[in-house]
Structures are given as structure tokens and as C-alpha cells.
């Protein structure tokens, strides 16, 4: 039973549009990470959010926490190609103990 | 390499044998993870190590799974009496003190 629901889970644009990624939870989490995963690869974090209401930015990828610390969201900027890939969510609730999320797929085409 | 290894990339086995994935962490990372991720899922916590004693290992579904760390380093998930329903990805990551994750590429686990 995945605690983290993301929306939406497939996404299909055009490379210079942008994107919004969304995920929420019931549960309170300490800290609420994001990863990208490609194919035949495993997930590489992107960020790590801890404080509620805080904003991150990651070039043309903006990370924001909830301020109740439930729910995240992921927005890119001007999509390109590589952005592709699976995003997936994963709140701590121990060290080294991560809840994820199902994911969202992202195609970005040229 | 410098990244987390996983060994076999692949593995196809029949239902009811056993199974054997192994995992070598970054070097001098202590804590190391494994996860499952089913065709779309998300990774799903297994078990995790401190050095070489597991220090939580809630994740792992029922006894026909175990994992050993002997030495503090390279790790192996064992699989007994495979079933139909093992067949995922099975990842491995390992960390330093900065608890930040590094995931190996797993082992795709296909029992037949």
C-alpha cells in the first residue's frame, strides 16, 4: 500500500512547455525527497525538503513542501527531452526508511 | 566502480527454487538498503543494515527472504522457494553519514 499518492501518473508534452507534478499524503513526514528514475537504472535524488512551506530550486525544477509537511510538488520550467524519465516522491519516516510514491512518468518530446 | 554494483543484472528462475542477489555499496558506506520495486511501483522498503547487523528489517514479507551482511560491506538477499510473486526489481542503495541514498541499477528477479 503506497501512503504517497502522486498525480498525475503519466504525462505526455512538448519540449518548452511546462509541467507541475503533484504529491500528497495523510501522514506527516520528518523530510520528503524527490528522485528521477530512467530505465534499467535505480532512482537519483533530485532534492531533499524538510521544512514546511520550503521552496527549492534546482535550475529550471522548482520543489515545494506543504506547510502541514503532507504533500510536495514538482514543477519544471521549459521541459526538454532529458528531463524524461520517472519522478517518484518518498517520505522518511526512519533513517534510511523510505515510503515512495508510485510515480509520475514524464515524456518530454522534441 | 565508484557506484553502488548489483550482481546478476538479471535473473530468471523457476518457481520454488532459490535465489541468491548480491549488492556491493559504495566503498566506506555503512548503511545499506534494499528496496523492491514492482512493474509500476515505487521502490518498497525490504531491510536495512548498520554496519553488520540488520537495524530494521520490517519490510521483508514473510521468512523466505533473508539478508546477510557478514562483514559490514558486500550484502546478499536470499530468496527461498521462489514464487510467481517475487518477480520485481530488487535495488540496492547504500549511504554515508549524510544519509543521502545512492541506488545500484538491480537485479530484475523473473521467476517462472
Known amino acids: 500500500t503506497q501512503l504517497l499518492e502522486q498525480s498525475p501518473q503519466f504525462l505526455s508534452i512538448q519540449e518548452g512547455e511546462n509541467l507541475t507534478v503533484y504529491c500528497n499524503s495523510s501522514?506527516?513526514?520528518?523530510?520528503l525527497q524527490w528522485y528521477r528514475q530512467e530505465p534499467g537504472e535505480g532512482p537519483v535524488l533530485l532534492v531533499t525538503?524538510?521544512?514546511?512551506?520550503e521552496v527549492k530550486k534546482l535550475k529550471r525544477l522548482t520543489f515545494q513542501f506543504g506547510d502541514a509537511r503532507k504533500d510536495s510538488s514538482l514543477h519544471i520550467t521549459a521541459a526538454q527531452p532529458g528531463d524524461t524519465g520517472l519522478y517518484l516522491c518518498a517520505g522518511e519516516s526512519g533513517w534510511g526508511k523510505l515510503q515512495f510514491g508510485a510515480g509520475t512518468q514524464v515524456v518530454v518530446t522534441p | 566502480g565508484a557506484g553502488v554494483s548489483q550482481t546478476p543484472s538479471n535473473k530468471v528462475t523457476e518457481k520454488g527454487k532459490y535465489v541468491e542477489l548480491r549488492c556491493d555499496p559504495i566503498?566506506?558506506?555503512?548503511?545499506l538498503y534494499w528496496y523492491r520495486q514492482s512493474l509500476g511501483q515505487g521502490p518498497e522498503f525490504l531491510i536495512y543494515f548498520q554496519g553488520t547487523g540488520a537495524a530494521d528489517d520490517s519490510g521483508l514479507p514473510n521468512d523466505r527472504f533473508f539478508a546477510v551482511r557478514p562483514e559490514g560491506s558486500v550484502s546478499t538477499l536470499k530468496i527461498q522457494r521462489t514464487e510467481r510473486g517475487d518477480s520485481a526489481v530488487y535495488l540496492c542503495?547504500?549511504?554515508?553519514?549524510?544519509?543521502?541514498?545512492?541506488f545500484g541499477e538491480g537485479s530484475r528477479l523473473t521467476v517462472l
Open positions: 525538503v524538510v521544512t514546511g512551506g
Open positions: 566503498s566506506g558506506h555503512t548503511a
Open positions: 501522514s506527516v513526514f520528518s523530510s
Open positions: 542503495a547504500s549511504s554515508s553519514d549524510t544519509g543521502e541514498l545512492f
